[in-house]
């Protein structure tokens, strides 16, 4: 079976093909990063008009370097929600024109389920499983099953307030660093000290807080700056580092242990991080699997691959043909 995914929630347009759930023919990505950097950020008119410019050529690729047509494509999944409205609607009725234009299914995915499939691209994962998804809008951690042959995904918590990529982009910008800030603290954290030593966060149950964290660096690095102290960008990276590794890391294990796991997948933007990639090392009785980098950041090989699992769940009906589907910005707004 093969679907052809498109994904464009935020600043990456990209195109994959997917053999079977697991097999990646083709993943193209075209990322805008270089254009929101002057900004700090993405902003969200600009992201909308690079989509409309990009998803034709990155489509016309990815068919090119699966070296297939549309006659051979069995499904169309995109990713509806959430992300920028702007942005998700150009992949949407994109996706919509080739599906009625060639008579071919179409199915919307959640961006996140597409994150947490990720860590099922091109491995056998052993399940039950623990989930960790640490994106740019997200933290969350779920439970992952069997039952009567179908996959489950238990959302068991989430973050309170701030998720880990944000809480990494908003202090590289404190600290004058380009965006995305996340892979430049995790590699200026390598030459650092943790000289903050910043207090977990009594947070119950699996849910997560990070907002703490971010107010204490900020007045740190504020009051330091008032006083006209040079503050060492890598010690600050660094001590940022350890208080989200080791948030994360707590509530990881308790999952881990209750739930009695085979497995802890590590998916999303932030666990491109070697910071985390190292701690996370620790667990040595289960498998613990991180994606390729590529599969890493936004990417629509995840999003072919959370298709996937949806049919064979029958998550889906896929004789439906889905063309009322709308995109949704927020999970508020479902
Ligand atoms: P969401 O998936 O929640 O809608 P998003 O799609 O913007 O948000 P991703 O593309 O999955 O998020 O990830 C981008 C985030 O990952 C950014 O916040 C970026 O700083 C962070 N990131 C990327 N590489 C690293 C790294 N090496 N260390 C820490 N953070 C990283
Ligand atoms: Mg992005
Ligand atoms: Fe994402």
């Given at each position: 079976?093969?679907?052809?995914?498109?994904?464009?929630?935020?600043?990456?347009?990209?195109?994959?093909?997917?053999?079977?759930?697991?097999?990646?023919?083709?993943?193209?990505?075209?990322?805008?990063?270089?254009?929101?950097?002057?900004?700090?950020?993405?902003?969200?008119?600009?992201?909308?008009?690079?989509?409309?410019?990009?998803?034709?050529?990155?489509?016309?690729?990815?068919?090119?370097?699966?070296?297939?047509?549309?006659?051979?494509?069995?499904?169309?999944?995109?990713?509806n929600t959430p992300g920028l409205i702007g942005s998700l609607l150009v992949g949407l009725m994109f996706a919509k024109s080739v599906s009625f234009a060639n008579n071919i299914p179409l199915i919307p995915i959640n961006h996140i389920n597409g994150h947490i499939f990720s860590s099922f691209i091109e491995s056998d994962v052993k399940l039950p499983a623990i989930s960790l998804?640490?994106?740019?809008?997200?933290?969350?951690?779920?439970?992952?099953?069997?039952?009567?042959?179908?996959?489950?995904?238990?959302?068991?918590?989430?973050?309170?307030?701030?998720?880990?990529?944000?809480?990494?982009?908003?202090?590289?910008?404190?600290?004058?660093?380009?965006?995305?800030?996340?892979?430049?603290?995790?590699?200026?954290?390598?030459?650092?000290?943790?000289?903050?030593?910043?207090?977990?966060?009594?947070?119950?149950?699996?849910?997560?807080?990070?907002?703490?964290?971010?107010?204490?660096?900020?007045?740190?690095?504020?009051?330091?700056?008032?006083?006209?102290?040079?503050?060492?960008?890598?010690?600050?990276?660094?001590?940022?580092?350890?208080?989200?590794?080791?948030?994360?890391?707590?509530?990881?294990?308790?999952?881990?242990?209750?739930?009695?796991?085979?497995?802890?997948?590590?998916?999303?933007?932030?666990?491109?991080?070697?910071?985390?990639?190292?701690?996370?090392?620790?667990?040595?009785?289960?498998?613990?699997?991180?994606?390729?980098?590529?599969?890493?950041?936004?990417?629509?090989?995840?999003?072919?691959?959370?298709?996937?699992?949806?049919?064979?769940?029958?998550?889906?009906?896929?004789?439906?043909?889905?063309?009322?589907?709308?995109?949704?910005?927020?999970?508020?707004?479902?």
């Amino acid at each position: 079976m093969k679907i052809l995914a498109i994904e464009s929630s935020c600043d990456e347009t990209s195109v994959a093909v997917i053999e079977d759930g697991k097999k990646v023919l083709s993943n193209i990505i075209s990322t805008q990063i270089d254009i929101h950097k002057e900004f700090g950020g993405v902003v969200p008119e600009i992201a909308s008009r690079h989509h409309i410019e990009n998803i034709l050529p990155v489509f016309t690729q990815a068919l090119k370097k699966a070296d297939i047509t549309l006659k051979d494509i069995d499904y169309i999944a995109v990713t509806n929600t959430p992300g920028l409205i702007g942005s998700l609607l150009v992949g949407l009725m994109f996706a919509k024109s080739v599906s009625f234009a060639n008579n071919i299914p179409l199915i919307p995915i959640n961006h996140i389920n597409g994150h947490i499939f990720s860590s099922f691209i091109e491995s056998d994962v052993k399940l039950p499983a623990i989930s960790l998804v640490v994106s740019g809008g997200h933290t969350n951690l779920y439970y992952i099953y069997e039952k009567d042959e179908k996959i489950v995904t238990e959302l068991l918590g989430e973050t309170l307030d701030d998720a880990v990529g944000e809480t990494y982009d908003k202090i590289a910008r404190i600290l004058g660093l380009p965006y995305p800030g996340g892979p430049q603290i995790d590699r200026l954290s390598v030459d650092g000290k943790d000289i903050l030593k910043i207090k977990k966060p009594k947070v119950d149950g699996y849910n997560f807080s990070f907002s703490g964290v971010k107010t204490f660096i900020t007045n740190y690095v504020n009051h330091e700056r008032m006083k006209k102290n040079e503050i060492s960008k890598e010690d600050i990276s660094k001590s940022l580092q350890e208080a989200i590794v080791n948030i994360l890391y707590d509530k990881v294990e308790k999952a881990v242990k209750e739930k009695n796991v085979k497995t802890l997948l590590v998916a999303g933007g932030v666990s491109a991080n070697k910071g985390l990639r190292k701690k996370f090392e620790n667990f040595s009785d289960i498998e613990v699997h991180f994606p390729k980098m590529e599969y890493c950041t936004d990417n629509a090989a995840m999003i072919g691959v959370a298709a996937y699992y949806e049919l064979k769940n029958k998550k889906i009906d896929d004789k439906k043909n889905n063309y009322d589907v709308d995109a949704i910005s927020t999970k508020e707004e479902k």
